[in-house]
């Protein structure tokens, strides 16, 4: 199947986050305010889209076949593959197959019929070839459909067997076949490369082009006068006197009378080349039942030409109407070998030694990258691994260079085979082999053939790894023959454009033992605890703080060899700890979890970190530490140390409030009450300390756990109280409380006037079986609310919901929480302003604009000041984006001032 970027618009990614915050300004006793809502999201949801082009009718003969081109392009906002069926086949017709049509020719590029497309990101395109046969009795003109249904069921849009308007998940084309017993032709159109002037293999301008027409009578009658025409694109310039015919030789450019050729069956050949309107025109004197011919000429690629040149043809008849032939599509290159090279660097020097199929590798983009892992220094086209000593249980890598000769982006596979072209020994038997980034991340098979691949800019260089995953027990003598595989790049486009390098071992490749011991030889030897069959070290630590142990690592083996390193929590389960602790390795150099190399007889020193959870209960917690050879399976030695968590009791309150209130109005603070220890809290005092001195305030606890403060939420001033409130026994480490404080001011408060109140929670608190406990962080167990009384006081509210139809109705109400859209659909935006003061609040405006992804819905706008009409004054054009503006004047106290828009999210 063929590839395209489709000129489609692109609906926003799957997983996109969409949303913005409103603002309103306003004046109050003389000062400008300016007020921030909050922020509401959209996230946008993944769909299913496929677009099947077009609905085609053919002439066909009864007993004969007809192939139908289609195209299918993902128009969703994800990687999806389509399931191809046929249905509703009229009489006479029967499904023979669905060919995948790789250059979309319109012909079939093997008769292996297929079910499904390859994946297809966002906006590629996949060209099929439907084939159906035509009953010998078959008359009128039968149809059929072909069917694109994605297989993305995760969708939100998903439903099998429908199509769903704009991004449908399925799609139908509906196929004609008009039984005659006339004339009918196939008609197939060709652009190949025919002299490469600069030997790139690729269309470069100045190489010259054959253009051919095939053309088949598969009808049931003779057609006369059939005239087939081309109107040649400006990339390519017409070579004079290289018109030919399959009936015949050369043909003139201006023979219009008495035809250029005439066949052995007495058939003429009129043929033309127009220079003022660039067309190619050969009329055919008859063209009998069962005949297939060709016309062809030859076309120069003009200068400066580039991208992709797309051209059809016409065919037409006394007894056929015009049909117009596939559209046929070559690519052109800037003058640069369409080819591939792996190399151990970015040069272009005469390697010796290279292997025979080697292309030169010419650098485009940057003369200094080189192999990171090469280690031979040599410019010879071998990728070599010779340092000192590998580990047969570490994979090994190589640092391939690859290099695009082409102005194009191309995608290459990637494969590795043992080496049968140099006189080398293979890697053993086992080995295999994994391609990443150099950062790590896995190459993938993007479409689909078993082997994984890279993508790679026009005229570009760049590298990637491949790694050596030696079988377990696999080792190499120093001196004895290298391994060696051989590395291939080959093109998805073109299999023939491929490229070789060799990947070589010449380092010596994984016997004694090892000793994992503490500091100043503790744990020496292969006891796994000391005589008393306890730890060989305990170390105390707080709960979530860290407790290190040094750990040395002895190679008491004969060669070389390095360590992995692992934790347990038993003896033994590698990286089996109680839920939430961790564990890692630290040597000068950073995290571990290998010793690199150690030579035989040295030592190398390292730290295990071990972290208990926050909220890790006192006690003591086993952990086992493990070195075992990267090389040998039976090289292993294993130590117990111990942890003990300390008793920590910690409650906090979070965090300071500023709020702003009216005379007479109602304020109200959250705060979180947190148990930060690892001992659960029954009791304890909580409350004001001081109170507010003329304002009235209550503590109380979210008891329904809704967010907002309402008649169920219980005064507290205990722990007891909340956990009353809450139904539970205890405040166990790591709950989390919301409290309300609600603060009222008096009427008679004036504006200016600010107080502030503490509350305190109790550092004498009360636990499990009565058990009284001291808060060993005091410091976090007080919060300071300040209010200050204001004349004029606007809070600025911004709410969403989904308009799925896009209708102007919200499908359900308004609300400050994130919500999940499809792309098409449309979010209603409402920004309510009201001012909570006791003073107006003048010159008020409201501003909003459309969020990245979406664009505006003309005229959607609203604004009202109480229920009154308010001046819309900036809204962009439909379809548009940019900044909404109303403009509400003078809002009393206690009034609402609003702005509602809609906007479309992209698709």
């Not at 009936?247 to 035809?259: H, K, L, N, V, Y």
């Not at 630590?541 to 190679?555: Q, W």
């Not at 839920?579 to 035989?600: E, K, L, S």
């Not at 709950?735 to 504006?751: K, T």
Request: charged share 15%.
């Amino acid at each position: 199947m063929a590839f395209a970027s489709s000129a489609l618009a692109a609906p926003p990614a799957a997983g996109t986050v969409i949303g913005n915050q409103a603002v309103a300004t306003f004046e109050s006793g003389g000062q400008t305010f300016s007020v921030t809502s909050n922020l509401v999201q959209t996230t946008i949801n993944t769909i299913a889209g496929v677009q099947i082009e077009t609905d085609t009718t053919k002439s066909a003969v009864a007993g004969g076949k007809v192939l139908f081109p289609h195209t299918i392009t993902n128009v969703g906002n994800a990687a999806d593959r389509y399931d191809l069926t046929t249905s509703d086949f009229g009489t006479g017709l029967s499904f023979v197959g669905i060919y995948a049509d790789g250059d979309c020719d319109g012909v079939p590029d093997t008769l292996t019929s297929i079910d499904q497309t390859g994946s297809l990101n966002a906006g590629e395109s996949a060209c099929v070839v439907v084939e159906v046969n035509v009953a010998a009795g078959a008359t009128g003109s039968p149809t059929f459909k072909i069917t694109a249904a994605s297989t993305l069921t995760t969708a939100s849009n998903f439903t099998a067997g429908t199509a769903n308007q704009p991004n449908q998940p399925n799609d139908t084309n509906t196929d004609t076949v008009t039984v005659t017993t006339g004339a009918v032709f196939e008609f197939t159109k060709t652009m190949s490369l025919l002299d490469d002037g600069d030997g790139s293999g690729s269309f470069t301008p100045g190489d010259t082009v054959r253009v051919r027409f095939n053309y088949s009578n598969t009808g049931g009658a003779d057609a006369t006068d059939v005239i087939i025409t081309d109107l040649l694109p400006g990339e390519l310039t017409y070579v004079a006197g290289t018109g030919r015919w399959s009936d015949g030789s050369a043909m003139t450019d201006a023979r219009e009378d008495d035809g250029d050729h005439t066949n052995g069956q007495g058939h003429k050949i009129f043929y033309s080349y127009s220079l003022d309107d660039r067309t190619v025109k050969a009329t055919l004197s008859a063209v009998p039942v069962g005949k297939s011919g060709y016309i062809e000429f030859v076309g120069t690629v003009a200068t400066g030409a580039a991208g992709t040149i797309s051209n059809t043809g016409t065919i037409d008849s006394d007894q056929t109407d015009l049909q117009t032939s596939n559209e046929a599509r070559l690519v052109i290159n800037d003058g640069q070998a369409t080819a591939v090279t792996l190399a151990d660097r970015a040069a272009d020097p005469s390697y010796a030694g290279r292997f025979g199929g080697d292309l030169p590798d010419v650098n485009y983009t940057d003369g200094g990258l080189a192999s990171s892992t090469d280690d031979d220094n040599a410019a010879n086209d071998t990728i070599a691994y010779t340092e000192g000593y590998l580990s047969s249980s570490i994979p090994v890598p190589f640092d391939v260079i690859i290099t695009n000769h082409s102005n194009t982006t191309q995608r290459f596979n990637l494969s590795v085979e043992p080496s049968n072209s140099f006189p080398a020994g293979t890697f053993p038997a086992g080995t295999t082999f994994s391609f990443t980034t150099t950062e790590g991340t896995p190459l993938l098979d993007t479409n689909s053939d078993g082997r994984p691949d890279i993508q790679l800019g026009a005229n570009s260089v760049s590298n990637f790894l491949v790694h050596a995953n030696l079988p377990d027990g696999a080792a190499r003598e120093e001196g004895s023959q290298a391994w060696e595989a051989t590395m291939t790049a080959s093109s998805i486009s073109n299999t023939a454009v491929l490229n070789k390098t060799r990947l070589r071992i010449a380092s010596k490749v994984g016997g004694g033992t090892v000793d994992l011991q503490n500091a100043g030889e503790l744990a020496a030897g292969l006891n796994v605890a000391n005589d008393n069959g306890d730890p060989w070290t305990t170390v105390k630590t707080n709960p979530g703080e860290a407790a290190e142990f040094t750990l040395v690592v002895k190679n008491n083996r004969s060669v070389s060899d390095s360590f992995n390193l692992s934790f347990s929590g038993s003896n033994f389960a590698p990286g089996s700890m109680p839920a939430g602790w961790q564990v890692v390795f630290r040597n000068a150099d950073g995290t571990v979890t290998n010793t690199g190399v150690i030579a035989p007889g040295a030592s190398a020193t390292f730290t295990a970190v071990v972290t208990p959870p926050d909220t890790a209960a006192p006690g003591n917690t086993d952990v086992y530490f493990r070195a075992a050879s990267a090389s040998s399976a039976a090289v292993v030695d294993t130590k117990l140390d111990e942890v003990t968590v300390v008793q920590v009791v910690d409650l906090a309150i979070r965090t300071d409030q500023t709020a702003q209130a009216a005379p007479g109005g109602v304020v109200v603070m959250t705060h979180t009450l947190e148990n930060l220890g690892n001992v659960a809290i029954t009791n304890g005092p909580i409350g004001y300390n001081p109170d507010f001195p003329s304002f009235a305030e209550t503590l109380r606890v979210d008891a329904n756990g809704n967010g907002v403060l309402d008649s169920t939420d219980a005064t507290v001033t205990s722990i007891a109280n909340i956990l009353t409130a809450l139904d539970k026994t205890e405040l166990a480490p790591g709950d989390r409380v919301l409290l309300f404080s609600r603060v009222q001011a008096p009427a008679s408060a004036v504006g200016g006037l600010s107080e502030s109140a503490r509350i305190v929670v109790n550092s004498t608190l009360t636990a499990p079986g009565e058990a009284t406990v001291e808060d060993q962080n005091p410091s976090n167990n007080t919060v300071t609310e300040t209010v200050t009384i204001v004349s004029g006081n606007v809070v600025v509210v911004k709410e969403q919901a989904v308009d799925a139809k896009c209708d102007g109705t919200a499908d359900g109400s308004f609300t400050q929480a994130g919500q999940a859209a499809n792309p098409g659909e449309c979010i209603v935006y409402r920004i309510t302003a009201t001012n909570m003061g006791t003073a107006d609040a003048t010159e008020l405006q409201i501003d909003d604009a459309t969020p990245a992804y979406t664009t505006y819905v003309g005229s959607s706008g609203t604004a009202t000041t109480g229920d009154t009409e308010a001046e819309l004054t900036l809204q962009p054009a439909d379809g548009a984006t940019g900044a909404i503006r109303s403009e509400h004047g003078t809002v009393p106290s206690g009034q609402v001032a609003r702005l509602t828009v809609r906007v479309r999210i992209d698709q």
